[in-house]
Nanobody, 115 residues
Framework: QVQLVESGGGLVQPGGSLRLSCAAS????????MGWYRQAPGRQRELVAQ???????NYAHSMAGRATISRDNTKNTIDLRLNSLRPEDTAVYYC?????????WGQGTQVTVSS
């Protein structure tokens, strides 16, 4: 069972940037889909960005142009670069891996956007 550990969250001012990283406990080379989701207080968990095994990426409309997801199969990590952050981006950000139809989640990392 793969373990996912997120890092890189924190407090950032509006307009700032953050880089989140998700480290997997085993090789991600064969994992068909990995992604980042977020959940704000009182709201449902929602997609931020995802990357397929072939490198194809998909972004939530609200993050298009402000987020970049990348996958490194040699380091078993996926990173999420967030730019032009807004207060409404405040949430816990989770890493997800889909393996044979089963979703695996990390514990999440808090991102707070505030002046």
């Amino acid at each position: 069972q793969v373990q996912l550990v997120e890092s890189g969250g924190g407090l950032v001012q509006p307009g700032g940037s953050l880089r989140l990283s998700c480290a997997a406990s085993e090789t991600i080379h064969g994992i068909s889909l990995m992604g980042w989701y977020r959940q704000a207080p009182g709201r449902q968990r929602e997609l931020v960005a995802q990357v397929l095994r072939d490198g194809t990426t998909n972004y939530a409309h609200s993050m298009a142009g402000r987020a970049t997801i990348s996958r490194d199969n040699t380091k078993n990590t996926i990173d999420l670069r967030l730019n032009s952050l807004r207060p409404e981006d405040t949430a816990v950000y989770y890493c997800k891996a889909m393996i044979l139809g089963v979703a695996y989640w990390g514990q999440g990392t808090q991102v707070t956007v505030s002046s």
